[in-house]
């Protein structure tokens, strides 16, 4: 039997189970994903893909202008294609790892229905919600509107843009710790 709360040693998870001499010791991206699985988000490196195409949210381009694109690419571990989350006190910001710009509106856009997402240097909450085994991410500022794989395309270059939230498979991502 592994007691239900966990500690963490030198990084790693120790779970103490009947015996104190029996540990499982685990690493830091299995408790993420330990975390992830019941619904919880942990802040960390990860990729996030589209559960319709399969593949990775990414970067467009160099990202330093407010209005690099954000959109669907074939997974292949690229810098480009990893996420730092990191909880705010509403939500969480959501930042390129390779540009280190945020996962935004362009500069001066207000959300509104198929607004391509981009690189912004500043950063904008999102809420990031558990449907069971995905995600749904919404603006904080306005949860009416949704990240959304643009007309369900798996086609590499497909924008990822805000849309009116209906949780739809379009908008359904999964997480997973880099």
Not at 110 to 139: C, K, M
Not at 156 to 167: A, D, Q
């Amino acid at each position: 039997m592994v007691y239900s709360l966990p500690v963490l040693s030198q990084g790693a998870l120790v779970a103490l189970n009947e015996s104190p001499l029996s540990v499982h010791r685990a690493t830091v991206k299995e408790l993420t994903q330990l975390c992830l699985d019941q619904g919880f988000v942990l802040p960390g490196v990860y990729t996030i893909r589209s559960v319709l195409s399969r593949m990775a949210v990414d970067m467009q381009g160099p990202g330093q202008d407010g209005a690099t694109p954000i959109v669907n690419y074939q997974l292949n571990s690229a810098k480009s294609q990893q996420w730092i989350i990191q909880a705010t006190e509403k939500g969480y910001t959501i930042q390129n790892l390779e540009t280190g710009t945020y996962m935004s509106l362009p500069d001066g856009i207000e959300p509104t229905p198929a607004v391509q997402l981009a690189g912004n240097p500043q950063p904008r909450e999102w809420d990031i919600t558990s449907e069971g085994h995905y995600f749904v991410i919404r603006l904080v500022s306005d949860k009416n509107f949704a990240m959304d794989l643009k007309a369900g395309s798996s086609e590499n270059n497909n924008p990822i843009i805000t849309y009116g939230c209906h949780k739809g498979v379009t908008q359904q991502w999964i997480l997973s710790p880099v």
